[in-house]
């Protein structure tokens, strides 16, 4: 993959999840704060808990920190996929998120 595709791709991920963060406050008591600064996006939760979800370009990465551990994503060209094979970005996103903010909270 280029490095154009790779960018493409990654923020198209990154616009994903503010959307994400946009529509689970607007439909629901998620109370989720989501920054954004460059390649990378912060979620902070109603108990200051955060996941930061930040792009790895020399790797052609995305990168995630929560509680749950750091994690990292290649796009396999239809789903970015965890390196160690525990699954796909968004569920994944999504367990991490329902765990920190205590309710179930889906990112798609």
Known sequence: MTDTEYLDHAEA?????????DRLNDDGDADLDN???????????ANKSQIIVNLQKPLQEVWVAA????????????????????????ENLSRYASEQGGTPLVFS
């Open 35 to 45: 920054q954004r600064v460059g390649g990378m996006v912060t979620i902070t939760f």
């Open 67 to 90: 509680k749950a551990g750091g994690f990292h994503y290649k796009f396999d060209g239809e789903r970015w996929m965890d390196t160690k094979g525990n699954g796909e970005l968004f």
């Open 13 to 21: 991920a990154l616009s994903r999840i503010e959307a994400s963060c």
